[in-house]
Protein backbone atom coordinates (compact mmCIF):
# COMPACT_ATOMS: atom_id res chain seq x y z
CA UNK A 1 0.00 0.00 0.00
CA UNK A 2 0.75 3.64 -0.68
CA UNK A 3 2.81 5.32 2.20
CA UNK A 4 0.94 8.45 3.16
CA UNK A 5 2.53 11.54 3.91
CA UNK A 6 1.56 13.56 6.69
CA UNK A 7 0.53 17.03 4.72
CA UNK A 8 -1.86 13.54 2.89
CA UNK A 9 -3.16 12.86 6.33
CA UNK A 10 -5.88 15.46 6.82
CA UNK A 11 -7.47 14.31 3.77
CA UNK A 12 -8.32 10.57 5.77
CA UNK A 13 -10.60 12.47 8.17
CA UNK A 14 -13.99 11.42 6.00
CA UNK A 15 -12.95 7.62 5.20
CA UNK A 16 -11.69 7.44 9.29
CA UNK A 17 -14.97 8.39 10.21
CA UNK A 18 -16.63 5.47 7.97
CA UNK A 19 -14.18 3.00 8.90
CA UNK A 20 -13.06 2.99 5.21
CA UNK A 21 -8.95 2.90 6.09
CA UNK A 22 -7.12 -0.26 6.51
CA UNK A 23 -6.32 -1.14 9.89
CA UNK A 24 -2.43 -0.10 9.50
CA UNK A 25 -3.87 3.30 8.22
CA UNK A 26 -6.51 3.83 10.82
CA UNK A 27 -3.44 3.28 13.20
CA UNK A 28 -1.54 5.66 11.40
CA UNK A 29 -4.10 8.27 11.27
CA UNK A 30 -5.20 7.84 15.36
CA UNK A 31 -0.83 8.67 15.79
CA UNK A 32 -1.63 11.85 13.16
CA UNK A 33 -5.04 12.30 15.44
CA UNK A 34 -2.89 13.11 18.46
CA UNK A 35 -0.69 15.58 17.23
CA UNK A 36 -3.62 17.61 14.83
CA UNK A 37 -6.26 19.33 17.07
CA UNK A 38 -8.01 20.25 13.39
CA UNK A 39 -8.14 17.13 12.32
CA UNK A 40 -9.56 15.93 15.63
CA UNK A 41 -11.87 18.75 15.54
CA UNK A 42 -13.30 17.75 12.11
CA UNK A 43 -13.93 14.14 13.01
CA UNK A 44 -15.76 15.13 15.64
CA UNK A 45 -18.09 16.68 12.67
CA UNK A 46 -17.81 14.25 10.84
CA UNK A 47 -18.75 11.65 13.38
CA UNK A 48 -21.47 12.95 14.44
CA UNK A 49 -22.53 13.29 10.75
CA UNK A 50 -22.29 9.66 10.24
CA UNK A 51 -24.40 9.28 13.48
CA UNK A 52 -27.22 10.87 11.49
CA UNK A 53 -26.32 8.32 8.42
CA UNK A 54 -26.75 5.46 10.69
CA UNK A 55 -30.52 7.14 12.80
CA UNK A 56 -31.86 7.35 9.16
CA UNK A 57 -31.53 3.66 8.55
CA UNK A 58 -33.33 2.63 12.06
CA UNK A 59 -35.05 -0.34 12.10
CA UNK A 60 -36.76 -1.53 14.85
CA UNK A 61 -34.64 -4.71 16.14
CA UNK A 62 -36.01 -8.05 16.62
CA UNK A 63 -38.77 -8.21 20.04
CA UNK A 64 -36.64 -10.47 21.78
CA UNK A 65 -33.25 -8.71 21.65
CA UNK A 66 -34.06 -6.25 24.55
CA UNK A 67 -34.73 -9.02 26.64
CA UNK A 68 -31.81 -10.57 25.62
CA UNK A 69 -29.28 -7.88 26.07
CA UNK A 70 -30.70 -6.01 29.36
CA UNK A 71 -30.19 -9.91 30.91
CA UNK A 72 -26.76 -9.88 29.55
CA UNK A 73 -25.58 -6.60 31.56
CA UNK A 74 -26.56 -8.36 34.94
CA UNK A 75 -23.39 -11.26 33.97
CA UNK A 76 -21.15 -7.91 32.49
CA UNK A 77 -18.87 -6.21 34.41
CA UNK A 78 -18.40 -2.61 33.73
CA UNK A 79 -15.26 -0.88 32.55
CA UNK A 80 -13.73 1.68 35.23
CA UNK A 81 -13.15 5.09 34.20
CA UNK A 82 -9.89 5.89 32.71
CA UNK A 83 -7.59 7.61 35.21
CA UNK A 84 -7.71 11.63 35.27
CA UNK A 85 -5.18 13.87 35.61
CA UNK A 86 -7.10 15.96 37.71
CA UNK A 87 -7.03 13.74 41.14
CA UNK A 88 -4.34 13.25 42.70
CA UNK A 89 -3.19 9.70 42.62
CA UNK A 90 -1.69 7.44 45.51
CA UNK A 91 1.79 5.56 44.54
CA UNK A 92 0.26 2.39 43.77
CA UNK A 93 -2.13 4.05 41.26
CA UNK A 94 0.66 5.07 39.10
CA UNK A 95 0.74 2.05 36.82
CA UNK A 96 -2.94 2.75 35.96
CA UNK A 97 -1.97 6.49 35.22
CA UNK A 98 0.98 5.41 32.64
CA UNK A 99 -1.09 2.91 31.55
CA UNK A 100 -4.19 5.08 31.21
CA UNK A 101 -1.57 8.01 29.42
CA UNK A 102 -0.29 5.12 27.28
CA UNK A 103 -3.99 3.85 26.19
CA UNK A 104 -4.55 7.34 24.92
CA UNK A 105 -1.35 7.92 23.01
CA UNK A 106 -1.69 4.83 20.80
CA UNK A 107 -5.19 5.15 20.54
CA UNK A 108 -6.51 2.34 22.58
CA UNK A 109 -4.39 0.02 21.32
CA UNK A 110 -3.14 -0.97 24.95
CA UNK A 111 -5.35 -0.97 27.57
CA UNK A 112 -5.13 0.17 31.15
CA UNK A 113 -5.69 -2.56 34.18
CA UNK A 114 -9.22 -2.82 33.84
CA UNK A 115 -10.12 -6.43 34.83
CA UNK A 116 -10.30 -7.77 37.72
CA UNK A 117 -7.72 -10.65 37.11
CA UNK A 118 -5.50 -8.25 36.08
CA UNK A 119 -4.89 -6.18 39.78
CA UNK A 120 -1.13 -7.21 40.57
CA UNK A 121 -1.12 -8.83 44.27
CA UNK A 122 2.03 -9.67 46.27
CA UNK A 123 1.09 -13.33 47.38
CA UNK A 124 4.16 -15.62 45.32
CA UNK A 125 2.08 -18.00 43.93
CA UNK A 126 0.16 -15.00 41.84
CA UNK A 127 4.12 -14.48 39.61
CA UNK A 128 2.77 -16.77 37.43
CA UNK A 129 -0.09 -15.28 36.48
CA UNK A 130 -0.93 -14.00 32.86
CA UNK A 131 -0.81 -10.51 32.80
CA UNK A 132 -1.02 -9.61 28.88
CA UNK A 133 -3.38 -6.80 28.43
CA UNK A 134 -3.98 -8.69 24.81
CA UNK A 135 -5.29 -11.91 26.51
CA UNK A 136 -7.16 -10.27 29.40
CA UNK A 137 -8.72 -7.72 26.72
CA UNK A 138 -9.70 -11.21 24.17
CA UNK A 139 -11.38 -12.76 27.81
CA UNK A 140 -13.02 -9.85 28.07
CA UNK A 141 -14.24 -9.74 25.02
CA UNK A 142 -15.08 -13.58 24.89
CA UNK A 143 -17.16 -12.88 28.74
CA UNK A 144 -19.30 -10.28 26.15
CA UNK A 145 -20.04 -12.77 23.50
CA UNK A 146 -20.76 -15.55 26.21
CA UNK A 147 -22.71 -13.22 27.94
CA UNK A 148 -24.98 -12.63 25.22
CA UNK A 149 -24.88 -16.43 24.25
CA UNK A 150 -26.18 -16.92 27.38
CA UNK A 151 -28.95 -14.42 26.89
CA UNK A 152 -30.27 -16.35 23.57
CA UNK A 153 -30.04 -19.89 24.80
CA UNK A 154 -31.15 -19.54 28.14
CA UNK A 155 -33.40 -16.37 29.09
CA UNK A 156 -36.49 -17.60 27.17
CA UNK A 157 -38.93 -17.48 30.57
CA UNK A 158 -38.27 -15.67 33.98
CA UNK A 159 -37.62 -18.75 35.47
CA UNK A 160 -35.03 -19.33 32.95
CA UNK A 161 -33.71 -15.78 33.56
CA UNK A 162 -33.21 -16.75 37.06
CA UNK A 163 -31.13 -19.58 36.72
CA UNK A 164 -28.60 -17.76 33.72
CA UNK A 165 -28.26 -14.99 36.73
CA UNK A 166 -27.61 -18.14 38.77
CA UNK A 167 -25.09 -19.88 37.71
CA UNK A 168 -23.95 -16.79 35.92
CA UNK A 169 -23.36 -15.63 39.56
CA UNK A 170 -21.27 -18.76 40.18
CA UNK A 171 -19.22 -18.18 37.17
CA UNK A 172 -18.59 -14.36 38.64
CA UNK A 173 -17.04 -15.97 41.91
CA UNK A 174 -14.69 -18.00 40.33
CA UNK A 175 -13.52 -15.27 37.57
CA UNK A 176 -13.25 -12.92 40.77
CA UNK A 177 -12.13 -14.65 43.04
CA UNK A 178 -8.22 -13.21 44.51
CA UNK A 179 -6.34 -16.09 43.46
CA UNK A 180 -7.74 -16.50 39.48
CA UNK A 181 -5.74 -17.68 36.61
CA UNK A 182 -5.98 -16.89 33.26
CA UNK A 183 -4.65 -19.39 30.63
CA UNK A 184 -5.83 -19.19 26.24
CA UNK A 185 -4.88 -21.71 24.20
CA UNK A 186 -5.92 -22.58 20.68
CA UNK A 187 -7.03 -26.24 20.06
CA UNK A 188 -5.75 -28.24 18.02
CA UNK A 189 -8.60 -27.56 15.06
CA UNK A 190 -8.68 -24.04 15.70
CA UNK A 191 -10.85 -21.92 17.92
CA UNK A 192 -9.61 -20.30 21.29
CA UNK A 193 -10.21 -21.43 25.36
CA UNK A 194 -9.89 -19.75 28.28
CA UNK A 195 -9.58 -21.00 31.55
CA UNK A 196 -10.10 -19.03 34.35
CA UNK A 197 -8.92 -21.11 37.66
CA UNK A 198 -9.27 -20.59 40.91
CA UNK A 199 -7.55 -23.21 43.56
CA UNK A 200 -8.96 -21.48 46.28
CA UNK A 201 -12.86 -22.24 44.63
CA UNK A 202 -11.87 -25.67 43.55
CA UNK A 203 -13.40 -24.31 40.17
CA UNK A 204 -12.68 -23.70 36.84
CA UNK A 205 -14.74 -21.33 34.04
CA UNK A 206 -13.88 -22.57 30.48
CA UNK A 207 -14.88 -20.34 27.77
CA UNK A 208 -14.67 -21.27 23.81
CA UNK A 209 -15.22 -19.65 21.12
CA UNK A 210 -14.46 -19.71 17.17
CA UNK A 211 -14.19 -23.79 17.29
CA UNK A 212 -14.87 -25.09 14.07
CA UNK A 213 -18.31 -26.96 13.52
CA UNK A 214 -19.06 -30.52 14.10
CA UNK A 215 -21.03 -32.91 11.31
CA UNK A 216 -24.25 -33.61 13.01
CA UNK A 217 -24.11 -36.18 15.52
CA UNK A 218 -21.24 -34.99 16.96
CA UNK A 219 -20.20 -32.73 19.71
CA UNK A 220 -17.34 -30.98 21.73
CA UNK A 221 -17.10 -32.19 25.16
CA UNK A 222 -15.22 -30.74 27.56
CA UNK A 223 -13.45 -32.70 30.72
CA UNK A 224 -11.55 -32.34 33.95
CA UNK A 225 -8.36 -35.32 33.76
CA UNK A 226 -7.01 -36.09 37.04
CA UNK A 227 -4.91 -38.70 37.55
CA UNK A 228 -7.71 -41.12 38.77
CA UNK A 229 -10.00 -40.06 35.18
CA UNK A 230 -11.71 -37.79 33.36
CA UNK A 231 -14.88 -36.56 34.71
CA UNK A 232 -17.49 -34.60 32.10
CA UNK A 233 -17.45 -30.95 32.44
CA UNK A 234 -20.38 -30.83 30.30
CA UNK A 235 -20.80 -29.95 26.49
CA UNK A 236 -20.39 -26.96 24.52
CA UNK A 237 -23.36 -25.19 23.43
CA UNK A 238 -22.41 -23.18 20.48
CA UNK A 239 -19.08 -23.98 19.61
CA UNK A 240 -18.99 -21.78 16.37
CA UNK A 241 -20.24 -18.73 18.37
CA UNK A 242 -18.91 -18.77 22.29
CA UNK A 243 -20.02 -21.06 25.13
CA UNK A 244 -19.35 -20.90 28.71
CA UNK A 245 -18.89 -23.44 30.91
CA UNK A 246 -18.61 -24.23 35.04
CA UNK A 247 -16.48 -27.36 36.01
CA UNK A 248 -16.29 -27.59 39.86
CA UNK A 249 -13.79 -29.99 42.31
CA UNK A 250 -10.99 -29.19 39.88
CA UNK A 251 -7.48 -29.57 41.63
CA UNK A 252 -4.14 -28.11 41.32
CA UNK A 253 -2.50 -30.16 38.88
CA UNK A 254 -5.79 -31.25 36.69
CA UNK A 255 -6.37 -31.04 33.31
CA UNK A 256 -9.10 -29.44 31.26
CA UNK A 257 -9.25 -31.58 27.78
CA UNK A 258 -11.73 -31.16 24.95
CA UNK A 259 -12.78 -34.04 23.02
CA UNK A 260 -15.44 -34.68 19.80
CA UNK A 261 -18.16 -37.50 21.29
CA UNK A 262 -21.56 -38.49 19.37
CA UNK A 263 -24.29 -36.34 20.33
CA UNK A 264 -25.37 -36.32 24.05
CA UNK A 265 -22.10 -36.74 24.97
CA UNK A 266 -20.54 -40.15 26.70
CA UNK A 267 -19.10 -40.94 30.29
CA UNK A 268 -15.81 -41.23 29.27
CA UNK A 269 -13.47 -39.33 26.41
CA UNK A 270 -13.25 -41.60 23.44
CA UNK A 271 -11.16 -39.81 20.79
CA UNK A 272 -8.03 -38.01 20.89
CA UNK A 273 -8.33 -34.15 22.64
CA UNK A 274 -8.23 -31.63 20.40
CA UNK A 275 -7.24 -29.56 24.01
CA UNK A 276 -5.24 -30.47 27.12
CA UNK A 277 -5.03 -27.65 29.41
CA UNK A 278 -3.09 -28.11 32.56
CA UNK A 279 -4.04 -25.88 35.62
CA UNK A 280 -1.81 -25.16 38.06
CA UNK A 281 -2.93 -22.87 41.21
CA UNK B 1 -28.37 24.35 -0.69
CA UNK B 2 -27.65 24.56 2.78
CA UNK B 3 -30.11 24.53 5.43
CA UNK B 4 -30.03 25.47 9.11
CA UNK B 5 -33.33 24.27 10.55
CA UNK B 6 -33.82 23.23 14.05
CA UNK B 7 -33.17 19.56 14.18
CA UNK B 8 -35.33 17.61 16.61
CA UNK B 9 -34.24 14.64 16.08
CA UNK B 10 -31.17 15.55 17.86
CA UNK B 11 -31.93 18.96 19.80
CA UNK B 12 -29.67 19.75 22.64
CA UNK B 13 -32.68 18.51 25.28
CA UNK B 14 -32.79 15.30 23.98
CA UNK B 15 -28.82 15.28 23.21
CA UNK B 16 -27.87 15.77 27.11
CA UNK B 17 -31.02 13.61 27.54
CA UNK B 18 -28.78 10.49 26.39
CA UNK B 19 -25.46 11.87 27.60
CA UNK B 20 -26.80 11.82 31.08
CA UNK B 21 -28.21 8.90 30.97
CA UNK B 22 -25.19 7.12 29.57
CA UNK B 23 -23.42 9.21 32.61
CA UNK B 24 -25.67 6.73 35.03
CA UNK B 25 -25.17 4.07 33.51
CA UNK B 26 -21.58 3.74 34.05
CA UNK B 27 -22.29 3.86 37.37
CA UNK B 28 -24.49 0.47 36.92
CA UNK B 29 -28.17 1.90 36.83
CA UNK B 30 -29.99 -0.64 34.87
CA UNK B 31 -32.74 1.52 34.43
CA UNK B 32 -30.86 4.12 32.81
CA UNK B 33 -29.45 0.96 30.53
CA UNK B 34 -33.13 0.44 29.33
CA UNK B 35 -33.76 4.24 28.22
CA UNK B 36 -30.39 4.20 26.31
CA UNK B 37 -31.85 0.66 24.82
CA UNK B 38 -35.14 2.56 24.01
CA UNK B 39 -32.73 5.43 22.67
CA UNK B 40 -30.33 3.52 20.69
CA UNK B 41 -31.68 -0.54 19.41
CA UNK B 42 -33.19 1.10 16.34
CA UNK B 43 -30.32 2.68 15.05
CA UNK B 44 -27.54 0.40 16.05
CA UNK B 45 -29.75 -2.51 14.61
CA UNK B 46 -30.35 -0.69 11.33
CA UNK B 47 -26.65 1.01 10.78
CA UNK B 48 -25.42 -2.87 11.35
CA UNK B 49 -28.11 -4.58 9.05
CA UNK B 50 -27.42 -1.87 6.35
CA UNK B 51 -23.59 -3.29 6.69
CA UNK B 52 -24.21 -7.07 6.87
CA UNK B 53 -27.83 -7.53 5.85
CA UNK B 54 -28.33 -10.74 7.19
CA UNK B 55 -30.57 -10.00 9.75
CA UNK B 56 -29.32 -13.10 12.56
CA UNK B 57 -25.45 -12.12 12.37
CA UNK B 58 -26.97 -8.12 12.34
CA UNK B 59 -28.81 -9.34 15.73
CA UNK B 60 -25.78 -10.49 16.99
CA UNK B 61 -23.80 -7.95 16.72
CA UNK B 62 -26.13 -5.24 17.69
CA UNK B 63 -26.23 -7.11 20.78
CA UNK B 64 -22.80 -6.86 21.28
CA UNK B 65 -22.52 -3.26 20.65
CA UNK B 66 -25.56 -2.74 22.96
CA UNK B 67 -24.05 -4.72 25.79
CA UNK B 68 -20.43 -2.75 24.74
CA UNK B 69 -22.30 0.13 25.57
CA UNK B 70 -23.10 -0.71 28.91
CA UNK B 71 -19.67 -2.27 29.58
CA UNK B 72 -17.51 0.62 28.43
CA UNK B 73 -20.43 3.73 29.27
CA UNK B 74 -17.67 5.05 31.47
CA UNK B 75 -14.95 5.92 28.50
CA UNK B 76 -17.98 8.13 26.73
CA UNK B 77 -17.10 11.46 27.48
CA UNK B 78 -19.57 14.03 26.72
CA UNK B 79 -17.91 16.66 26.02
CA UNK B 80 -16.42 14.86 22.95
CA UNK B 81 -19.58 14.13 20.98
CA UNK B 82 -22.94 12.89 21.65
CA UNK B 83 -24.07 9.59 22.95
CA UNK B 84 -25.45 8.93 19.80
CA UNK B 85 -22.31 9.21 17.75
CA UNK B 86 -20.45 7.76 20.40
CA UNK B 87 -22.27 4.64 20.44
CA UNK B 88 -23.06 4.19 16.62
CA UNK B 89 -18.78 4.31 16.06
CA UNK B 90 -18.97 1.89 17.94
CA UNK B 91 -21.79 -0.45 15.80
CA UNK B 92 -20.45 0.78 12.60
CA UNK B 93 -16.92 -0.02 13.20
CA UNK B 94 -17.95 -3.57 14.74
CA UNK B 95 -20.38 -4.56 11.80
CA UNK B 96 -17.27 -3.66 9.66
CA UNK B 97 -14.79 -5.33 11.28
CA UNK B 98 -17.16 -8.81 11.09
CA UNK B 99 -17.18 -7.83 7.50
CA UNK B 100 -13.71 -7.90 6.70
CA UNK B 101 -12.96 -10.54 9.30
CA UNK B 102 -12.71 -14.35 7.93
CA UNK B 103 -16.04 -14.66 8.71
CA UNK B 104 -17.08 -13.04 5.93
CA UNK B 105 -14.43 -14.12 3.33
CA UNK B 106 -17.61 -15.73 1.06
CA UNK B 107 -19.29 -12.10 1.04
CA UNK B 108 -16.36 -10.41 -0.40
CA UNK B 109 -15.44 -13.34 -2.67
CA UNK B 110 -18.96 -12.58 -4.64
CA UNK B 111 -17.63 -10.01 -7.04
CA UNK B 112 -19.65 -7.02 -6.70
CA UNK B 113 -22.43 -7.43 -9.49
CA UNK B 114 -23.55 -4.25 -11.02
CA UNK B 115 -27.26 -4.60 -9.23
CA UNK B 116 -25.55 -4.48 -5.78
CA UNK B 117 -24.67 -0.83 -5.74
CA UNK B 118 -28.44 -0.25 -6.42
CA UNK B 119 -28.61 -3.17 -3.15
CA UNK B 120 -26.76 -0.74 -0.99
CA UNK B 121 -28.87 1.89 -1.20
CA UNK B 122 -31.39 0.35 1.75
CA UNK B 123 -32.16 -2.60 3.58
CA UNK B 124 -35.43 -3.82 2.37
CA UNK B 125 -38.48 -1.90 3.48
CA UNK B 126 -37.62 -2.11 7.45
CA UNK B 127 -35.98 1.16 7.55
CA UNK B 128 -38.61 3.60 9.36
CA UNK B 129 -39.64 6.76 7.90
CA UNK B 130 -38.17 9.48 9.87
CA UNK B 131 -37.75 12.87 10.14
CA UNK B 132 -33.90 12.49 9.92
CA UNK B 133 -34.16 9.90 6.92
CA UNK B 134 -35.96 12.35 4.92
CA UNK B 135 -33.11 15.10 5.78
CA UNK B 136 -30.22 12.88 4.95
CA UNK B 137 -31.71 11.75 2.02
CA UNK B 138 -32.59 15.87 0.90
CA UNK B 139 -28.60 16.28 1.37
CA UNK B 140 -27.69 13.41 -0.04
CA UNK B 141 -29.44 15.06 -3.09
CA UNK B 142 -26.89 18.12 -3.13
CA UNK B 143 -24.06 15.79 -3.18
CA UNK B 144 -21.78 15.29 -6.26
CA UNK B 145 -22.96 11.62 -7.69
CA UNK B 146 -19.22 10.62 -6.32
CA UNK B 147 -19.53 12.03 -3.53
CA UNK B 148 -22.64 10.55 -2.73
CA UNK B 149 -21.36 6.93 -4.07
CA UNK B 150 -18.77 6.94 -1.85
CA UNK B 151 -20.38 7.99 1.03
CA UNK B 152 -23.17 5.10 0.34
CA UNK B 153 -20.63 2.55 -0.52
CA UNK B 154 -18.19 3.25 2.46
CA UNK B 155 -20.66 3.88 5.24
CA UNK B 156 -23.94 2.00 4.00
CA UNK B 157 -21.81 -0.75 2.38
CA UNK B 158 -18.90 -1.06 4.34
CA UNK B 159 -16.46 -1.13 1.63
CA UNK B 160 -12.82 0.12 1.93
CA UNK B 161 -11.81 3.10 0.20
CA UNK B 162 -9.45 1.41 -2.01
CA UNK B 163 -12.82 -0.84 -2.45
CA UNK B 164 -14.84 2.18 -3.26
CA UNK B 165 -11.80 3.68 -5.67
CA UNK B 166 -12.60 0.15 -7.74
CA UNK B 167 -15.84 -0.38 -7.80
CA UNK B 168 -16.53 3.59 -8.85
CA UNK B 169 -13.45 3.21 -11.28
CA UNK B 170 -12.00 6.35 -9.99
CA UNK B 171 -8.22 7.06 -8.46
CA UNK B 172 -7.73 6.14 -4.89
CA UNK B 173 -7.05 10.00 -3.77
CA UNK B 174 -10.38 11.02 -5.38
CA UNK B 175 -12.24 8.73 -3.14
CA UNK B 176 -10.32 10.09 -0.09
CA UNK B 177 -11.49 13.89 -1.00
CA UNK B 178 -14.76 13.04 -1.96
CA UNK B 179 -15.68 10.91 1.19
CA UNK B 180 -14.35 14.43 3.22
CA UNK B 181 -16.09 16.51 0.95
CA UNK B 182 -19.18 15.10 0.47
CA UNK B 183 -19.64 14.80 4.81
CA UNK B 184 -18.15 18.00 5.24
CA UNK B 185 -21.45 19.26 2.78
CA UNK B 186 -23.61 16.76 4.50
CA UNK B 187 -22.39 18.21 7.78
CA UNK B 188 -23.08 21.74 6.59
CA UNK B 189 -26.28 20.62 5.18
CA UNK B 190 -28.03 19.29 8.79
CA UNK B 191 -26.52 21.74 10.69
CA UNK B 192 -24.90 19.59 12.70
CA UNK B 193 -22.54 21.07 15.26
CA UNK B 194 -19.79 19.68 17.20
Keep these: ?52 LAVAKTIRP ?18 P ?23 QRTGGRVRPRAHPLDHPRDHPR ?5 RSPRLIGAFAAASVAVAVGLGITQVSTQHQLNSAQASAAAITKVVQAPDARL ?20 AAVITTTGMPSLPSGRVYQAWVMSPSGARSAGLIAQPRLASQLLASGVRSGDQIGITVEPAGGTSHPTTKPVLVMPLTA | MRERQPDPGAAGGER ?11 RGDHQAFERVYGELAGPVYGVVRQVLRDPAQSEEV ?71 GQRVRRCMDGLTEIQRESIKLAYYGGYSYPEVAQLLEVALGTVKTRIRDGLIRMRDCMGVEW
Design chain 1, 1 to 52: MVKTLPDDMHVLTGSYVLDALSETEREDFERHLQRCPSCEAEVRGLRETAAR
Design chain 1, 62 to 79: PAQMEQRVLAATYQTRQL
Design chain 1, 81 to 103: PLENERFRLLPRQKTVRARAHLF
Design chain 1, 126 to 130: DRRRL
Design chain 1, 183 to 202: ETMRTRTGGLVTVVYSGDRD
Design chain 2, 16 to 26: RDLASLLVQVA
Design chain 2, 62 to 132: AQEVLLEVWRTASRFDPARGSGAAWALTIAHRRAVDRVRSENAVSRREQKVAPDMMADVADVADEVEASLE
